[in-house]
């Protein structure tokens, strides 16, 4: 019989935070008791450190520009065959709960069941203070949620994702099925259960990187991050730090939650478990905060893999792994056949064998197009600005780091893992500079990426879905009909929009 699937993902989950990565103070004992049988990656990476990008290209097993994931808010578009749809048509049950933010009309991207999510393209993230809605901050608001516990989008995902699969194994228990829980934390904004802020209160340690001298930094930092670093005082610096730990801590016991209740039913017997989130946070580190950025803190992954043809307990790789290689992988797993054309490659033979099998994979590669946002604001990026776009390519123990129109920087992972030397100047570099550079632009060149993108922007108006979001999750029952899940909590209405909200705007577009 076929494996089952469980991908399990959170947002913004920086991969360091976590117990079973060496954090001694967050607690995350259920994943570390998941860790404990899991092949760990150490080096996993996404494809684009933002959430629709990076999420496109998990579920496409492409790259960016493979796929249109040009920034937030794009739309997969019909040609490509995504994860789950190929999972269908191979006969799974599939279902995604939760946060996706999917663009356009097609809200399902081949999931048939979608009980619950940002199926409004809402986001699926609660603004908080409530009366911020429909926009939210960051580390400006961080602290105890307001909403009741029962309604918190993590509470909720985990109780319909176990229900859909304790539905499923009593109607159609020989059906293997391929289930996504999508939790909203630990990204802003920063608020979690008061038991849960108040355990990390005057415990979170500072930024281990402090932050540069701004006359020092590169300019795609400078240019697009800083006005952001004077806001943040260190006060919210302290406090937007301890609710982060606490998001993560609270998740980890949503996702508990979900693993206890599959567990005692059995249903993990036979599954394929995964657990990564869909980018990372910097957290203050180099005075950054939020995603978007080449260091490790935001590209970056936390990626656990557990279950069958997979090496039972404790292992970690530490060769690059990127998001896109789940879609392959997953498939040589289950034993199904991979779609042609895919970026993304199969590990499933290294994880039969970590240790003694080789990579698949030399490098992995991560970019980032602040001038791709779909719903151009005031503070959008122009397509001919300097500085607007990075490319990375990430091995073992080295990054190279393009930034269209100015200088590369090269670092030492090995011996700097806080990316604080660039060395891509040094003569004594020069051949690897060279060999990572060629293997970073092979098949990718600056100027396709812009006729690509002028291309896509023509098309896309096509696949909106016509419809405004309303409040950030609904419900969808099984008819179709579609109803908010927070519209008593947010009197759902199209608000005036205060100057602080900073972390994130529900667009006030279509979508």
């Excluded at 961080?142 to 918190?152: F, M, R």
């Excluded at 905060?289 to 069958?308: E, I, Q």
């Excluded at 970026?343 to 003694?356: A, C, E, I, N, W």
């Excluded at 060999?435 to 023509?458: E, V």
Aim: aromatic share 10%.
């Amino acid at each position: 019989m076929r494996p089952n699937i469980l991908l399990i993902m959170t947002d913004q989950h920086t991969p360091r935070i976590a117990g079973f990565a060496g954090d001694p103070l967050v607690r995350t004992q259920h994943l570390d008791r998941l860790a404990e049988r899991s092949v760990q990656f150490t080096g996993a990476s996404c494809a684009s450190p933002v959430c629709t990008p990076s999420r496109m290209c998990l579920l496409t097993g492409k790259e960016p520009h493979h796929c249109s994931a040009w920034n937030n808010h794009w739309i997969i578009f019909p040609e490509h065959l995504t994860w789950p749809a190929h999972f269908t048509a191979h006969g799974y049950r599939t279902c995604l709960v939760g946060k996706m933010h999917f663009g356009g009309r097609d809200q399902m991207q081949g999931f048939q069941v979608r009980p619950y999510g940002d199926l409004r393209h809402g986001l699926g993230h609660q603004p908080e203070p409530l009366e911020m809605f429909p926009g939210y901050a960051g580390a400006e608001s961080a602290g105890i949620t307001e909403i009741p516990e029962s309604l918190l989008s993590d509470v909720v995902t985990t109780r319909e994702a176990l229900a859909f699969v304790l539905e499923h194994h009593d109607t159609d228990a020989e059906l293997p099925w391929f289930v996504c829980a999508s939790y909203t934390r630990p990204h802003p904004p920063f608020t979690a259960p008061g038991r849960y802020v108040r355990c990390y209160h005057g415990r979170v340690p500072e930024p281990a990187q402090k932050p540069a001298d701004e006359r020092l930094w590169e300019p795609y930092v400078g240019g697009l991050y800083g006005r952001e670093f004077q806001r943040i005082t260190p006060e919210q610096c302290t406090r937007a730090r301890e609710a982060y730990y606490a998001c993560v801590d609270f998740v980890d016991d949503c996702i508990g939650e979900l693993l206890t209740g599959l567990e005692k039913e059995g249903l993990l017997d036979n599954t394929i478990v995964i657990y990564t989130s869909d980018h990372g946070e910097m957290l203050g580190e180099h005075g950054l905060w939020g995603k978007t950025v080449y260091h490790d803190p935001s590209m970056g992954v936390p990626l656990l893999m557990s279950g069958p043809g997979i090496r039972e307990g404790h292992h970690e790789v530490h060769d690059p792994f990127s998001l896109v290689d789940l879609y392959p992988t997953a498939c040589g797993l289950a034993g199904l056949p991979i779609p042609a054309g895919l970026d993304g490659v199969d590990f499933s033979g290294l994880l039969g064998s970590p240790g003694t099998s080789p990579s698949p994979r030399a490098f992995a590669f991560s970019s980032y197009y602040a001038y791709g946002v779909r719903m151009k604001g005031a503070a959008s990026a122009a397509e001919n600005e300097p500085y607007k776009a990075w490319r990375a390519a990430r091995e073992m123990n080295w990054k190279y780091v393009e930034i269209e129109g100015g200088d590369p920087l090269l670092f030492d992972m090995a011996n700097d893992p806080g990316e604080t030397v660039d060395l891509a100047g040094r003569a004594e570099h020069a051949e690897r500079r060279q060999s990572m550079r060629g293997a970073l632009f092979g098949g990718f060149g600056w100027d396709d990426i812009h006729r690509k993108m002028a291309a896509d922007r023509r098309k896309i108006g096509q696949f909106f879905s016509g419809k405004k979001p309303t409040t950030p999750n609904q419900y969808m029952l099984a008819d179709g009909r579609v109803f908010d899940a927070e519209g008593e909590l947010y009197a759902a209405r199209w608000l005036y929009l205060p100057p602080e909200a900073t972390g994130g705007i529900i667009p006030q577009q279509l979508g």
